[in-house]
């Protein structure tokens, strides 16, 4: 069915489509909530096999929805009877901003890709706190994805995360530090040894929550694994690799700026966290985010390493049954395989 809903969301622009979108999810919570049971029940899958607890939180399956799609935590009930095993909000900064200019979000359906330059547009810390508020604790972790104002320089910069971890700690279960999108002007510039050290010192004064450092896709290996030291060293708990990328020659077809996210990124976010995993499983908790639309390639991540995986362009391209579907095979998979427990999979292929 999704499929033909498809033609007509794709004759609207992106990013009209990704409001209309928005806004009828936020109605469905906010106004309709007794829709939200008879959703769930027909997007949803659950299974002991699937579930696990990770650092005191309860993840009924590994697959949660990455940052950007729910930038001012506005559709969280309705996210949850998509099934989804946890959701990343954001990103926000502490003031509210617009963002790039438009257009600044393509689809590109042929190759299943996006290319997004939104540039953290998102109503500001007070704004989705209230939003928050509303809804936590969902019974589904909850991350907080945060970022600077694209305004903030020098010392302001770890006073926006300071403010934002303030703002989010008792209202989420951990917190995600974003340094990764290529459309905040020097923010990538950020993911260096001093910066990091500064920054975790800092936050994990502030909080209990565990904290983790979302990573680009573009760095070199070598600083990959640097950055994730002293990240893990000052207190980080866990690393979701990777944000979109600036690659543009993977993409045919693709705009010189902003981001790209989808297939075309699959295999080189698989690349990156591979060589993470070989260096850090068992010392953190790995996220793997990065083209992921199946439950073969949940799979793959899941044996590489990831405890958890996240995706944003499959549920555009899929369409709302996306992690039921992926739930459902990833269980064909694990019990032809003979596997008894998800736990069983995760890092396989490191043992
Ligand atoms: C339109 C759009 C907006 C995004 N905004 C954010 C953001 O605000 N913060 C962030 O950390 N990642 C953001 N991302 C990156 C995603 O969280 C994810 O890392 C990336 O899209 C790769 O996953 P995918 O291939 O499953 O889409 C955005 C992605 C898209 C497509």
Do not use: W
Not at 150 to 155: A, M, N
Not at 300 to 307: E, I, N, P, T, V
Request: hydrophobic share 40%; proline share 5%; net charge negative.
């Amino acid at each position: 069915m999704y499929q033909n809903i498809k033609k007509y969301i794709y004759k609207l622009d992106p990013e009209t489509a990704h409001n209309l979108i928005e806004k009828s999810l936020y109605f469905l919570g906010e106004y309709l909530p007794y829709l939200l049971k008879p959703m769930s029940e027909k997007f949803s899958y659950e299974d002991r096999m699937l579930e696990q607890k990770i650092l005191g939180m309860t993840f009924q399956n590994p697959v949660g929805l990455a940052a950007g799609f729910d930038k001012n935590a506005s559709m969280l009930p309705a996210l949850k009877a998509l099934g989804f095993g946890f959701v990343e909000f954001g990103t926000v900064t502490p003031r509210p901003q617009e963002g790039n200019p438009k257009p600044r979000l393509f689809r590109y359906p042929k190759y299943n890709s996006i290319q997004n330059a939104m540039g953290f547009n998102n109503e500001g810390l007070e704004e989705v706190k209230s939003n928050l508020l509303k809804h936590y604790s969902l019974n589904m972790p909850i991350a907080a994805n945060i970022g600077k104002n694209r305004t903030s320089k020098d010392k302001k910069i770890v006073e926006d995360y300071e403010v934002l971890i303030d703002g989010f700690k008792d209202i989420s279960d951990f917190l995600v530090i974003n340094l990764s999108s290529p459309n905040t002007p020097g923010l990538r510039d950020l993911q260096s040894k001093q910066f990091i050290e500064e920054l975790f010192c800092m936050a994990q004064e502030k909080t209990d929550k565990p904290l983790f450092l979302k990573i680009a896709p573009d760095l070199d290996i070598v600083d990959v694994f640097e950055i994730c030291h002293v990240a893990i060293e000052n207190g980080a708990k866990g690393i979701v690799a990777t944000n979109t990328t600036t690659d543009y020659s993977l993409l045919p077809g693709a705009q010189n700026f902003g981001g790209i996210s989808g297939e075309v990124l699959c295999e080189k976010s698989f690349e990156l966290f591979e060589a993470l995993a070989q260096e850090f499983f068992t010392k953190t908790v790995l996220v793997s985010v990065g083209g992921i639309s199946s439950a073969e390639e949940v799979y793959r991540r899941l044996k590489a390493g990831a405890s958890l995986v996240e995706l944003y362009s499959a549920l555009i391209f899929e369409g709302p049954s996306v992690t039921k579907n992926i739930n459902c095979d990833l269980l064909e998979l694990m019990k032809k395989d003979g596997f008894k427990d998800i736990s069983e999979v995760i890092g396989i292929d490191r043992k």
